[in-house]
């Protein structure tokens, strides 16, 4: 039995700062991706919504409240959230009900709506609660996080800042002609040295903003896929959903300790590895067979480590890529084409969407002006606090 699902349609409304509902956005992506696949919304029976906890209500219960912002239409429905990881989990949900023979057409829905600045715990004293207790007890935002793993790989692969802000360059680039992109202007190594730092090593500009924006996938069973006359979909291949393993000797955020090894020794591979890992392992390739990859670039030295997370190369090798050109379109495997977060900016529940929405249209030719000629495998990484797992692998 295939435990392949067909990708009919995707949609995006565009990342930027808007001021409008998050409901706006998600109703935009997925009539843009409705539009693509030529499916009425009344013939889609189950609808996820990425959830939102910074927009009240109507976020905690997306998928009722982009039901009924389309139309109610008696379709099934759920709600899903992982924090940057809710994407991914919302998809699988909807994979496996299509897999299951539950759902023969479901969307998926996610947007978002943020503040200006660095993104904090909602409001409230939860000593008990990790996420809350960083921001009080020490004033760790999320770029501290990231300066800290950009300290690691200067400190054990000999990462520059220069190599960081190169990242930057690439994706500036890449996202030029993206018109789903808030930021569509190139900059140099010298404007990312220049801007102010904000957790050193990292600059301004090597790190993403906070955006609006929404993206939305419209998934059917391969049968249905044919039934509409489309017999060699865009198709998820696997979506690894998984947790890590214990003990966890690398420091992941929002935790401050790591997990002692003295008794039980380190896994085989640490928790963003074993993401990419059961992903191939799920849909049966190996890196090597990989076009193009989108990862989650909150800062410019999270993308290097994605590449070697992913094994796109062996650790410790990400800068020795970026400076041959090989992570650019054109070279041996493109990262971010889409231009990444340095170009879109985050949209929380949206996001891990918007990366299997570019995968896509890559698979499929489409990507004018950003195309990974002949792009036949893409994955996608990201991950969701408290250890949610998000790898998405689509095939052309």
Not at 91 to 116: F, H, M, N
Not at 130 to 138: Q, S
Not at 265 to 283: D, L, Q
């Amino acid at each position: 039995m295939s435990k392949d699902v067909a990708v009919l349609g995707v949609g995006m409304h565009p990342w930027g700062k808007w001021g409008q509902s998050f409901v706006k956005y998600g109703v935009a992506a997925a009539r843009a991706a409705l539009a693509d696949s030529g499916v009425d919304w009344k013939d889609v029976d189950f609808i996820v919504g990425g959830e939102t906890v910074r927009n009240g209500y109507g976020g905690y219960v997306a998928g009722a409240t982009f039901a009924q912002a389309l139309g109610w239409n008696g379709a099934r429905v759920a709600t899903s959230y992982a924090a940057c990881a809710t994407g991914a989990q919302a998809l699988d949900t909807a994979r496996a009900r299509i897999l299951a023979g539950l759902s023969e057409v479901a969307l998926v829905v996610g947007a978002d709506t943020t503040p200006k600045g660095f993104l904090a715990p909602v409001a409230g004293e939860r000593w008990d609660d990790p996420d809350w207790l960083r921001f009080r007890l020490m004033g760790m935002t999320n770029p501290a996080y990231f300066a800290l793993n950009a300290r690691r790989r200067i400190d054990l692969y000999g990462a520059t800042s220069e190599d960081f802000a190169n990242v930057k360059v690439k994706n500036a680039k890449h996202g030029l002609n993206n018109p789903n992109a808030r930021y569509r202007k190139e900059v140099t190594v010298e404007n990312v040295l220049a801007s102010p730092v904000v957790s050193n090593p990292l600059h301004l500009l090597d790190i993403c903003a906070t955006s609006d924006g929404g993206a939305a996938i419209l998934l059917t069973s391969m049968e249905y896929a044919r039934k509409m006359g489309i017999a060699e979909p865009v198709r998820i291949k696997a979506i690894s959903t998984v947790t890590p393993t214990f003990p966890q000797t690398i420091m992941d955020m929002p935790n401050f300790s790591t997990d002692s090894s003295s008794a039980v020794p380190a896994p085989e591979r640490t928790f963003k590895e074993s993401i990419g890992y059961a992903a191939y392992e799920e849909a049966g390739i190996s890196p090597e067979d990989v076009d193009v990859a989108e990862v989650y670039d909150l800062a410019t030295s999270v993308e290097l480590d994605w590449i070697e997370d992913l094994a796109l190369c062996k650790r410790g090798e990400a800068e020795h890529l970026l400076r041959a050109g090989d992570t650019t379109i054109g070279g041996r495997i493109p990262v971010n084409p889409s231009g990444g977060l340095a170009c879109f900016g985050e949209a929380v529940p949206a996001q891990a969407l918007a990366q299997v929405c570019e995968l896509t249209w890559q698979l499929r030719g489409q990507a004018e002006g950003r195309q990974v000629e002949g792009a036949r495998i893409g994955i996608t990484a990201n991950q969701g606090l408290f250890g949610h797992g998000s790898s998405v692998i689509v095939s052309a």
